[in-house]
């Protein structure tokens, strides 16, 4: 059964960076043919795709973060990670990390979320 | 505001059937494959739908999906109160990379 937890710091002052990390048990990142995703929700709101990246290192990330986003694998320990730098209170949320078959398309597994706020 | 259209609620008795639509164009939904997640309060997205049509392994077949041009649509039959829940569709869109809907929530009655 594959899973995904995320971990990190909860509370993150304004203009600093956001650093996360998901680490994956039941399958190995190394194996290919997924996408390592990073996906969030803001309080009260819908989802907002941040994402993902690829074992070998092709990354697509959302247009309106991309100049903010840096993704990055740790196939020594199973662990991909999202850095989110100049945060602002915006960028508040829950951020979920996930994985995409091949196709890019769907996500089918999910960690349970973690609360990043964003406050001085 | 997102690319993709979702009534932002839906509602129906025990038994009934509810359909969720989610509205989007060619350069989304219009070329790419559609999937729907569902999310209970307080957890996780679940993946209910993906490929358009396609269940995954333990989602009841009283979840369907379907795709029509630029639309997309989760069908669910015989509601049942566990079903009270945010619905969201996602895809691929040309500009954009992923996207999700707005979410709709599905109110039993």
């Known amino acids: 059964q594959v899973q995904l937890q995320e971990s990190g710091p909860g509370l993150v002052r304004p203009s600093q960076t956001l650093s996360l990390t998901c680490t994956v048990s039941?399958?190995?990142?190394?194996?290919?043919?997924?996408?390592w995703t990073w996906i969030r929700q803001h309080p009260g709101e819908g989802l907002e795709w941040v994402g993902y990246?690829?074992?070998?290192?092709?990354?697509y990330y959302n247009p309106s973060l991309k100049s903010r986003v840096t993704t990055s694998v740790d196939t020594s320990k199973n662990q991909f990670s999202l850095k989110l730098s100049s945060v602002i209170a915006a960028d508040t949320a829950v951020y979920y990390c996930?994985?995409?078959?091949?196709?890019?398309?769907?996500?089918?597994?999910w960690g349970q979320g973690t609360l990043v706020s964003v406050s001085s | 505001q997102s690319v993709l259209t979702q009534p932002p609620s839906a509602s129906g008795t025990p038994g009934q059937r509810v359909t969720i639509s989610c509205s989007g164009s060619?350069?989304?939904?219009?070329?790419?494959?559609v999937s729907w997640y569902q999310q209970l309060p307080g957890t996780a997205p679940k993946l209910l739908i993906y490929?358009?049509?396609q269940r995954p392994s333990g989602v009841p077949d009283r979840f369907s999906g379907s795709k029509s041009g630029t639309s997309a649509s989760l069908a669910i039959s015989g509601l049942q109160s566990e079903d009270e829940a945010d619905y969201y569709c996602?895809?691929?869109?040309?500009?954009?990379?992923?996207?999700f809907g707005g979410g709709t929530k599905l109110t039993v009655l």
């Open positions: 996930a994985r995409s078959d091949s196709s890019g398309y769907h996500y089918d597994y």
């Open positions: 039941g399958d190995s990142i190394s194996s290919g043919g997924y996408y």
């Open positions: 990246m690829s074992y070998s290192g092709n990354t």
């Open positions: 060619s350069s989304n939904i219009g070329n790419n494959l």
């Open positions: 490929s358009n049509n």
């Open positions: 996602a895809t691929w869109d040309d500009r954009l990379n992923g996207v």
